[in-house]
């Protein structure tokens, strides 16, 4: 008796283990986390519409047609039943595209790049309210959070207002990433010289936990943040505090901070470079880098030129033309030098070429 007693006991323990754990992500502060947790509880039920009668099933046709259940209807000729056959197939066709439209239309609706429409499932964005952008970087190992509009930024801590949209743009120093808060949305991958974004908006005030959901190096699982979410008051504050505490994040600052470290403090900046975070995601924030955008640039231009001066010289020789043949090289180093698209435009005796 005591034995079984005991066995209970032991049965009933995972049960003491669950109560400590955290059920946030079907339990958030944001609307689109809460969203994305009701999709999950919907998607979640519908598969059960199928799996527990399965396995109840299965169960029952073990138990019913066991081997010593003489009184089990025996049926060895037995091969075909159209209810049975509408059943297995058309109830699994039914829940596949009751699936498939809930996920479509998740996934346009919860699409990270598309603006708020709303604060929550009662509460429209009130006219005139714009997104406060938050300029998001993964260093190694610990996270940047540059306030463009507030002209401050922090390292390791993130605050914002609370029902007020947040438009975060997200990128990397060197290795993939993921940003994720679970109270206020997915998680959003961070990689170097890209930039991801993610709306967002935060509806209770608190303190929530924010980390790396990616592996990405020795000081991966540190690498984690503490999330205020305040009223717009104690936000206020919180940014006249952080100006008046001083410092500035320079790009020579930047360099020394984005060198792997691991448990970093909280730190906070009352100015920041306005063109940092550009330069982060153009990987030209060290002096004499040329940033990638006006590599891509000019690297367009000549390709747009090579391609100009090819078509030119192909309808010169189809025409027959030498002096059009030698203007060709002429007007290609002149499209190299142009800025925008560039444009030829030859007229000959019988050929005009543009582009």
Same mark, same amino acid.
């Given at each position: 008796?005591?034995?079984?007693?005991? &066995?209970?006991?032991?049965?009933?323990?995972? @049960?003491?283990?669950?109560?400590?754990?955290?059920?946030?992500?079907?339990?958030?502060?944001?609307?689109?986390?809460?969203?994305?947790?009701?999709?999950?509880?919907?998607?979640?039920?519908?598969?059960?519409?199928?799996?527990?009668?399965?396995?109840?099933?299965?169960?029952?046709?073990?138990?019913?047609?066991?081997?010593?259940?003489?009184?089990?209807?025996?049926?060895?000729?037995?091969?075909?039943?159209?209810? @049975?056959?509408?059943?297995?197939?058309?109830?699994?066709?039914?829940?596949?595209?009751?699936?498939?439209?809930?996920?479509?239309?998740?996934?346009?609706?919860?699409?990270?790049?598309?603006?708020?429409?709303? @604060?929550?499932?009662?509460?429209?964005?009130?006219?005139?309210?714009?997104?406060?952008?938050?300029?998001?970087?993964?260093?190694?190992?610990?996270?940047?959070?540059?306030?463009?509009?507030?002209?401050?930024?922090?390292?390791?801590?993130?605050?914002?207002?609370?029902?007020?949209?947040?438009?975060?743009?997200? +990128?990397?120093?060197?290795?993939?990433?993921?940003?994720?808060?679970?109270?206020?949305?997915?998680?959003?991958?961070?990689?170097?010289?890209?930039?991801?974004?993610?709306?967002?908006?935060?509806?209770?005030?608190?303190?929530?936990?924010?980390?790396?959901?990616?592996?990405?190096?020795?000081?991966?699982?540190?690498?984690?943040?503490?999330?205020?979410?305040?009223?717009?008051?104690?936000?206020?504050?919180?940014?006249?505090?952080?100006?008046?505490?001083?410092?500035?994040?320079?790009?020579?600052?930047?360099?020394?901070?984005?060198?792997?470290?691991?448990?970093?403090?909280?730190? &906070?900046?009352?100015?920041?470079?306005?063109?940092?975070?550009?330069?982060?995601?153009?990987?030209?924030?060290?002096?004499?880098?040329?940033?990638?955008?006006?590599?891509?640039?000019?690297?367009? $231009?000549? $390709?747009?030129?090579?391609?100009? /001066?090819?078509?030119?010289?192909? /309808?010169?020789?189809?025409?027959?033309?030498?002096?059009?043949?030698?203007?060709?090289?002429?007007?290609?180093?002149?499209?190299? +030098?142009?800025?925008?698209?560039?444009?030829?435009?030859?007229?000959?005796? $019988?050929?005009?070429?543009?582009?």
């Amino acid at each position: 008796m005591k034995s079984s007693k005991v &066995r209970s006991g032991l049965m009933l323990l995972p @049960l003491l283990w669950l109560t400590g754990c955290n059920t946030v992500v079907l339990n958030p502060s944001g609307d689109i986390a809460a969203q994305q947790a009701h999709l999950v509880v919907v998607s979640t039920f519908l598969m059960l519409l199928i799996v527990v009668p399965v396995i109840v099933l299965t169960l029952l046709f073990a138990w019913r047609y066991r081997k010593n259940n003489t009184e089990a209807k025996y049926d060895p000729d037995w091969d075909h039943s159209t209810k @049975l056959e509408l059943v297995i197939w058309g109830v699994p066709l039914l829940l596949i595209i009751v699936l498939g439209a809930i996920t479509w239309i998740s996934t346009h609706l919860l699409d990270p790049y598309r603006p708020l429409q709303r @604060l929550d499932e009662k509460r429209p964005i009130p006219a005139g309210m714009t997104p406060m952008t938050v300029e998001v970087v993964a260093l190694d190992w610990k996270w940047l959070f540059i306030y463009p509009e507030q002209g401050i930024a922090t390292v390791n801590e993130l605050v914002t207002p609370i029902d007020r949209p947040i438009k975060f743009k997200i +990128t990397a120093s060197s290795v993939m990433n993921a940003f994720y808060i679970p109270a206020m949305a997915g998680m959003i991958y961070a990689m170097p010289a890209m930039e991801t974004q993610l709306n967002a908006v935060m509806n209770k005030p608190g303190t929530y936990d924010g980390f790396s959901s990616n592996y990405s190096g020795a000081g991966f699982s540190h690498m984690r943040f503490k999330y205020h979410a305040m009223q717009n008051g104690d936000f206020d504050a919180w940014v006249a505090k952080t100006k008046a505490g001083g410092g500035e994040l320079t790009r020579t600052d930047y360099v020394q901070l984005a060198k792997p470290s691991e448990k970093d403090p909280v730190r &906070r900046y009352a100015a920041v470079d306005p063109s940092l975070y550009s330069a982060i995601v153009n990987l030209c924030v060290e002096p004499g880098t040329a940033c990638m955008a006006k590599q891509m640039h000019d690297d367009q $231009n000549r $390709n747009a030129a090579a391609a100009a /001066q090819r078509k030119a010289q192909h /309808q010169a020789s189809k025409n027959g033309n030498v002096g059009d043949i030698a203007k060709v090289a002429q007007l290609g180093a002149e499209v190299c +030098t142009t800025a925008d698209k560039p444009t030829i435009s030859m007229k000959s005796n $019988n050929a005009s070429v543009s582009n």
